[in-house]
C-alpha cells in the first residue's frame, strides 16, 4: 500500500458524458501528478500540482482539466469522453516538485467509456 | 523528437543475471527514472539517475551515459517475482517539466 489512495476503482460510462477522478496523496506530500495508461499507448504523463500550483503539464488534451486543492487532494475531470479515453488514470504524490523526489503511485481508476 | 526505446519482450532464467536497455532522444534531459509495474498493479518507484554512472540498490543497479543517451537497468539473482514490466522514463529540464515514457519491456523469468 502506497498511501495515495484514488476513487472510484472502476467506472463505466458513455461516450459524451464527463467523469471526475479523485486521489489523495500520501500524507505529508505535496505534489500530485497524473498519468493515463492504455494498452496501446504505454503510459503517459498527463500534469503534475505542486501546493496547489500546475507545476508540469504532459499532453493533456484539451477536454481534460485537473486541479489540487487546499487539502491537497487532486481531481482530474475528463469531459466530452471518447472509447479512445478508456483506460487506467494513476494518480502519484511525492514530497516535493523535483525530479530526484520518488514518486508514490496510487492503485489507479479504471475508466471505461462505452 | 522525443523517443525512448526499449526492447519490448526479455525472458532469464532464475538466479541470472539480466540487463534492460533503454536509450532515449529529448529535447533536454533533468533525470531518468525506471520503475517496475506488475501486470493489473501501480507501477513502483526502482531508481533515479541524474549524472553518468552507476547507481546500486540491493539486487537492482540503474546505469546512465547522458552523452550517448542510454541507460540499463541490471538485475542480479532474479527470482520468480521478479517477472513484469519495466518502464524507462526521462524528465525534460525546461517548458513543460513533463516527464516521457518508454513502452516498457516485459521481463519474464523462468524457473
Known amino acids: 500500500d502506497s498511501g495515495v489512495t484514488q476513487t472510484p476503482k472502476h467506472l463505466i460510462t458513455a461516450t459524451g458524458q464527463r467523469v471526475t477522478l479523485r486521489c489523495s496523496p500520501r500524507?505529508?506530500?505535496?505534489?500530485v501528478y497524473w498519468y493515463q495508461q492504455s494498452l496501446d499507448q504505454g503510459l503517459q504523463f498527463l500534469i503534475q500540482y505542486y501546493n496547489g500550483e500546475e507545476r508540469a503539464k504532459g499532453n493533456i488534451l484539451e477536454r481534460f482539466s485537473a486541479q489540487q486543492f487546499p487539502d491537497l487532494h487532486s481531481e482530474l475531470n475528463l469531459s466530452s469522453l471518447e472509447l479512445g479515453d478508456s483506460a487506467l488514470y494513476f494518480c502519484?504524490?511525492?514530497?516535493?516538485?523535483?525530479?530526484?523526489?520518488?514518486?508514490?503511485f496510487g492503485p489507479g481508476t479504471r475508466l471505461t467509456v462505452t | 523528437g522525443q523517443n525512448i526505446d526499449q526492447p519490448t519482450e526479455m525472458t532469464a532464467t532464475e538466479g541470472a543475471i539480466v540487463q534492460i536497455n533503454c536509450t532515449y532522444q529529448t529535447s533536454g534531459f533533468n533525470g531518468l527514472f525506471w520503475y517496475q509495474q506488475h501486470a493489473g498493479e501501480a507501477p513502483t518507484f526502482l531508481s533515479y539517475?541524474?549524472?553518468?554512472g552507476l547507481e546500486e540498490k540491493g539486487r537492482f543497479s540503474s546505469f546512465l551515459s547522458r552523452s550517448k543517451g542510454y541507460s540499463y537497468l541490471l538485475l542480479k539473482e532474479l527470482q520468480m517475482k521478479d517477472s513484469a514490466s519495466y518502464l524507462c522514463?526521462?524528465?525534460?529540464?525546461?517548458?513543460?517539466?513533463?516527464?516521457?515514457f518508454g513502452t516498457g519491456t516485459r521481463l519474464k523469468v523462468l524457473a
Open positions: 502519484a504524490s511525492s514530497v516535493g516538485s523535483g525530479s530526484n523526489y520518488e514518486q508514490y
Open positions: 539517475n541524474v549524472l553518468d
Open positions: 500524507s505529508g506530500d505535496l505534489s
Open positions: 522514463a526521462v524528465r525534460e529540464p525546461s517548458g513543460t517539466y513533463k516527464y516521457i
